[in-house]
Each structure stands twice: as structure tokens, then as C-alpha cells.
T-cell receptor, first 112, second 116 residues
Framework: QKEVEQNSGPLSVPEGAIASLNCTYS??????FFWYRQYSGKSPELIMSIYSNGDKEDGRFTAQLNKASQYVSLLIRDSQPSDSATYLCAVNTNFGNEKLTFGTGTRLTIIP | DADVTQTPRNRITKTGKRIMLECSQT?????MYWYRQDPGLGLRLIYYSFDVKDINKGEISDGYSVSRQAQAKFSLSLESAIPNQTALYFCATSDAATSGGNNEQFFGPGTRLTVL
């Protein structure tokens, strides 16, 4: 089982709709969770971080964390064409030396 | 100016050549990381360093070496490049003081390396 799993997509969403991206992780001891956005050929950009159960909102983005289910999601409201990118889920897996483990990413396309 | 810079941005080389990729940061962060990204495999950690005297292997360190010349500089070397090291390479930084154990990482622009 992969440590961090995401649906590879591609996920297509009409402009103005809600895009929902999902991520599961295997290490129950994980403490920190991140969503990165990566445009084609560019570097990952941190857009959301979440550390406790529940929802965290930042503008059109909402991150949701459920540690009991080992599940983290990202909702993008009022999707815009500029949101078309690959979204990477990352989990801080602390095995004595802190490091991030990344999922392989979900490619999102917003259809005008 | 960018907070994390990488040089070169693109490099084409031949099998067996020695290659060095450089990363510099002005963020004042203590932790630095090297990743490679391949289609379908995501980001994989090569090496990481928590301070100048601390170097740690990641999940795919074979064929690579690193040097932390200063807090702001972390270089990655391929001693004898091979074609399956063709990938996109990213440097990242984080700050233990401000992010605590949360390990928010910030990425440089990347180096596209092609080994023929």
C-alpha cells in the first residue's frame, strides 16, 4: 500500500462548480497535511495546510481532515480555468526525521 | 528576487558525466531538501539536511551525493550520470523555528535534467 494515495484523474469540472480532491494516507501517526498546486512544468506551490480534524477555509479553498479515517480532502469552490493544474497531497510522516511524503497528484481541468 | 533559486534551469548532458545542481535560498530557513519528479511517480526525496552539519539520505539516494556548503546553499551531484536520472529536480526549504514539527516546505523553480 502506498503511503499517500490520490486519484490520478484527470478530473474535469465545469467552471463555477466545486472541485473535490481526495487523499488517503497510511501512517496513523501523521500530524501535518498539505496541498500543493503544480502547473505544468512549474514547481509545487503550497496552497493549504491543515493540522487538526475538521475544516480549514482560505478563500475559495477548503481543506478537510479526518484523522480517524486517515483522509484529507481539498474543495475548490467557484472553480476557475486558472485552477487547472495538478494538485499534490503531502503528509508529514515522522519517523524520527521529519519529512514529507507526496502522493502522485490529481490532474484537475476546469472546463470553461 | 526569488526566495529559492536553482541553477541551472535546464541541462542536457551525456552518460558518465559529472553534474552538479545548485540551490540557494534567502528565506533564512535551516532545512533543505532535494527531490526528483518523474511522470507517474510523483516527488521522491533524494537527500535532506537539517543544518550545515546534518545530511540524511532520502528514499532514492543511490547515484547521488550532496554538499551543504552554508545554511543557504545545498548542492546535488550526480557523479556519473545515467539516462534514468533524467528527471525534473526540485530543491525545497523549511524552517523548524516557524513551522515547528509541521514541516511546511517551499520549492525552488526546478532543474530539468536530460541525460543522453
Amino acid at each position: 500500500q502506498k503511503e499517500v494515495e490520490q486519484n490520478s484523474g484527470p478530473l474535469s469540472v465545469p467552471e463555477g462548480a466545486i472541485a473535490s480532491l481526495n487523499c488517503t494516507y497510511s501512517d496513523r501517526g501523521s500530524q501535518s497535511f498539505f496541498w500543493y498546486r503544480q502547473y505544468s512544468g512549474k514547481s509545487p506551490e503550497l496552497i493549504m495546510s491543515i493540522y487538526s480534524n475538521g475544516d480549514k477555509e482560505d478563500g475559495r479553498f477548503t481543506a478537510q481532515l479526518n484523522k480517524a479515517s486517515q483522509y484529507v480532502s481539498l474543495l475548490i469552490r467557484d472553480s476557475q480555468p486558472s485552477d487547472s493544474a495538478t494538485y499534490l497531497c503531502a503528509v508529514n510522516t515522522n519517523f524520527g526525521n521529519e519529512k514529507l511524503t507526496f502522493g502522485t497528484g490529481t490532474r484537475l481541468t476546469i472546463i470553461p | 528576487d526569488a526566495d529559492v533559486t536553482q541553477t541551472p534551469r535546464n541541462r542536457i548532458t551525456k552518460t558518465g558525466k559529472r553534474i552538479m545542481l545548485e540551490c540557494s535560498q534567502t528565506k533564512g530557513h535551516d532545512r533543505m531538501y532535494w527531490y526528483r519528479q518523474d511522470p507517474g511517480l510523483g516527488l521522491r526525496l533524494i537527500y535532506y539536511s537539517f543544518d550545515v552539519k546534518d545530511i540524511n539520505k532520502g528514499e532514492i539516494s543511490d547515484g547521488y551525493s550532496v554538499s551543504r556548503q552554508a545554511q543557504a546553499k545545498f548542492s546535488l551531484s550526480l557523479e556519473s550520470a545515467i539516462p534514468n536520472q533524467t528527471a525534473l529536480y526540485f530543491c525545497a526549504t523549511s524552517d523548524a523555528a516557524t513551522s515547528g514539527g509541521n514541516n511546511e516546505q517551499f520549492f525552488g523553480p526546478g532543474t530539468r535534467l536530460t541525460v543522453l
